[in-house]
């Protein structure tokens, strides 16, 4: 197994040219899957997490996430970022605490956004948003810099008028404030994608694809993001199959909704391949 400091050197690394996938997974088979698939890195998702649980996206406790990236940075030979919310704290020096934790438990790179989680003001306002930025990114430094800091946007997922102008006004600031990697989470178009990636250059940008968007790894490496990520899509679609065949056999008693389903052999044969790497 790569030590912590090999792993988040390799995760920088990927971060400084072309383009990666870094799929979601929400447990550890999960991960060493994606690992015995060839992903290069992996990345936590809120909402995966929160479903194994029975709970909606945003609504599992601080000390669980850590204890689950901890569990996930453990178990992976590969780098993990961590989908580290809104640093589960409102005041900046709260966020610098948690980040710091976060990074404790051996994770090659963390998420911060700039969404308070509250329905009457779906985000911190701008110059909150920075301060607690610049204070995750202090964090990050008093335990050796080496950590990769993801500043999130998630103005796309509110109401604003303009969320384009207003995503970019934000992640360029986050940018400055020493942010490794640039993040807005709902922009799907093109031209949306192609602003932001301008707007930040030459910092590298995550795009995040939790759907058919028409726009394939080769699209999106051409308009020159760096990383893409699925979010809760990997999750939602097993939770899709789940459904499917459960669904039918309560409401039709058949167990159709089995097939195409792998085979216990072919899972474990994945897992070995993984194993066999250690």
């Not at 306002?125 to 930025?133: G, H």
């Not at 759907?211 to 080769?218: D, N, Q």
Request: proline content about 5%.
């Amino acid at each position: 197994m790569p030590t912590t400091a090999e792993k988040r050197r390799n995760f920088r690394g990927l971060h400084e040219a072309g383009c990666f996938v870094i799929p979601n997974p929400w447990d550890i088979g999960g991960a060493l899957a994606l690992e015995a698939l060839g992903f290069k890195a992996i990345a936590t998702t809120s909402a995966g997490l929160a479903f194994s649980l029975g709970l909606p996206d945003n609504a599992v406790a601080r000390d669980l996430v850590l204890d689950h990236c901890r569990a996930m940075a453990e178990a992976s030979s590969i780098p993990v970022n961590a989908d580290f919310e809104n640093g589960f704290a409102d005041r900046p020096e709260v966020v610098a605490d948690n980040v710091r934790l976060c990074v404790a438990t051996g994770v090659a790179g963390l998420s911060i956004e700039d969404a308070t989680g509250k329905s009457e003001q779906p985000l911190y306002d701008f110059d909150s948003a920075l301060e607690r930025m610049k204070a995750a990114r202090a964090a990050i430094d008093d335990t050796g810099g080496d950590t990769i800091l993801v500043a999130r946007s998630e103005v796309f997922f509110t109401k604003h008028p303009e969320p384009l102008k207003e995503a970019i006004r934000r992640l360029v600031a986050f940018a400055d404030a020493g942010a490794d990697c640039l993040y807005a989470p709902g922009a799907t178009k093109r031209d949306e994608i192609s602003a932001i990636v301008n707007a930040v250059a030459p910092k590298p940008v995550n795009a995040l694809v939790h759907g058919p968007t028409g726009l394939s790894v080769a699209d999106l490496a051409g308009l020159g993001v760096r990383r893409i990520s699925v979010g809760g899509a990997l999750a939602r679609s097993a939770w899709g199959g789940f459904l499917k065949a459960a669904r039918q056999i309560a409401e039709e008693g058949r167990f159709d909704g089995f097939a195409g389903a792998p085979s216990s052999k072919e899972i474990v044969d994945l897992f070995a391949k993984v194993g066999s790497r250690r």
